[in-house]
């Protein structure tokens, strides 16, 4: 996902806007660049690859000026060249973009047919020759972005600086966030935009963030905006707390490793949110009741997909209920049928993820009830939703989702229960137990995360491998999905998850002496139908990583290549408790293999475009 940036500010803006765009890396991206206006005149510079590279450029090409925008870009149209790099300049205009142009083409076609060259592949330079185009037909700047935005379709949030305009910045979204800041203290003022609060938070915590569809005129006098339609509106100034939104590795070697240990604290943060202080009463919003819930829906993506996974488990088990997990992008253009007594729940940590949001706009109107699972509460697919469930899990910047995605089970989990309450087939002596059980769950996690070592050590063996399966019954078959997705996003070494009955039906021909295999077996009561899938795997010369209990080791921990020994956990918490594992494979065969841990490549901590 790319990052924006804009400042009007009071002083040399190159060191502003390569800092913001600093805090926008956990974004990922692929090239950089920043455009100022000094003396009227627009400028710019940029670089391929880390953010290091664009701050060399400017120690030796300096860019004055105090008023600039700035850009990290994630490729989408166009190689990442220092051509198809952000800032896009024509003529007069210069714009960054997040998002996709889907008409691109089209206007490029009518650009290039006025008589302008373009220097690019990309859909955003397209945009700034439209609107040099309309300028040149005698548009005013405002006038001129304008007319631009109205030819546009796709998702996209854009920020435009004109030569000639040093008090304004012009902004528009349309499916990628932004918000705007007013400056306070030291930056009273100045003005900024960004694509999220992180970006701004060091500079101001006078925050607006734009809705669907706005277009904002932003001076150092403040902002005007107006919506979709073209009616000029008001959209209320928050206050973010900047503390929380600055973020460091505290002293951890990635931020990954920091949010992995980070888990306990957080799971127990979102269960005294949940449960009260005393962790005894189930304090889910009483809009959200399944008493005439006919079935549920569960969408999303990626990690959050396979949360979702595991809770369909829950509800079918706790409530009875009949539940549909769908990959967001599957379900947004198959046009289910959805029973108007349904539920529909979207489990996203960004909140901003383009096949989430467009799914749960297909639901809205279709089901009796909206819910969204979000760690960022300000997301639109928070703001959108009937009804938004933090999941409380802190900035998560690591590309690879850990503490959110077991953050998102506790949640579920909590969901799952309500909803066996709400349907009478909960009592509360069983209600009392599980959340008895989930209070257990931070001191659990620290006795996993205590396992680093050990795993560190197998993770050696591991990053020589070709292919690594995974294998689960029951709420630890998505688990195994997750720990196979995990281990590819960061080692880029090939996984994948299975049924751990579903091997021999094909995917056991993979396996030889070559191919390690982590089996993930509780000693609980599937244990002996996995071992014995396990033990196919065995006859075979397979590497098996078998991560189980005390008792699950003790039946089997001789007959394997390496044995992980987890805490006892209840049935309940086993998924949740079992994810650690994964992630820690996953980071330190990663760190073995010396890949960028944090910002994977080819990869986006948030995909806002299709
Ligand atoms: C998970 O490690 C990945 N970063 C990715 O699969 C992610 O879970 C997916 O893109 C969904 O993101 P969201 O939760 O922000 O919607």
Known sequence: MCGIIGVLGGHEVAPVLVEALRRLEYRGYDSAGIATLNDGRLDRRRA???????????????????????????????????????PHLAGPVTVVHNGIIENFRDLREEVLAAGHSLESQTDT???????RLHLARGMTPRDAAKATIARLTGAFALLFLFEGEDDLLIAARRGSPLAIGHGEGETAGEMFVGSDAVALAPLTGRITYLEEGDIAFVTRAGIEVFDAGGAPVTRAETRIDTSAARVDKAGHRHFMDKEIAEQPVVIA???????????????????????????????????AHYACHVAK??????????????????FRYRNPPLSPRSMAIFVSQSGETADTLAALRYAKGRVAQVAAVVNVTTSSIAREADLALPILAGVEVGVASTKAFTSQLTVLALMALKAGRDRGRIDDATLDRHLQDLRSLPGLMTH?????????????????????????????????????????????????????????????????????????????????KTTSNMHEVLARDGKVILVTDAAGAAAEAADVWRCIEMPVTPALLAPI??????????????????????????????????
């Open 125 to 131: 330079e397209t945009v700034a020759a439209l609107t």
């Open 269 to 303: 943060d979102a269960l005294r949110h949940y449960l009260g202080v005393e962790g005894t009463a189930l304090n889910l919003p009483a809009a959200l009741n399944f008493a005439q819930t006919d079935r549920i829906t569960l969408v999303a993506c990626g990690t």
């Open 448 to 528: 996993a995360l205590a396992l680093g070592n050990t795993i560190a050590a197998i993770a050696t063996h591991l990053a020589t491998a070709r292919d690594v399966l995974f294998l689960g019954r029951g709420a630890l078959y998505p688990i195994a999905l997750e720990g196979a997705l995990k281990l590819k996003e960061i080692s880029y070494i090939h996984a994948e998850g299975y049924a751990s009955g579903e091997l021999k039906h094909g995917p056991i021909a993979l396996v030889d002496a070559a191919v390690p295999v982590v089996v993930l077996a509780p000693h609980d009561a599937l244990f002996d």
């Open 48 to 86: 391929v690859g880390k953010l290091v590279n664009l701050s060399d450029l400017l120690v030796h090409h300096p860019l004055p000026g105090k008023v600039g925008i700035g850009h990290t870009r994630w490729a989408t149209h166009g190689a990442p060249t220092e051509a198809n790099a952000h």
């Open 577 to 610: 408790l079992y994810a650690l594992p994964m992630q820690l494979l996953a980071y330190h065969t990663a760190v073995e293999k010396g890949t960028d841990v944090d910002q994977p490549r080819n990869l986006a901590k948030s995909v806002t475009v299709e």
């Open 313 to 330: 488990y829950w509800f079918e088990q706790f409530a009875g209920l009949p539940v549909e997990v769908d990959i967001a992008s599957e």
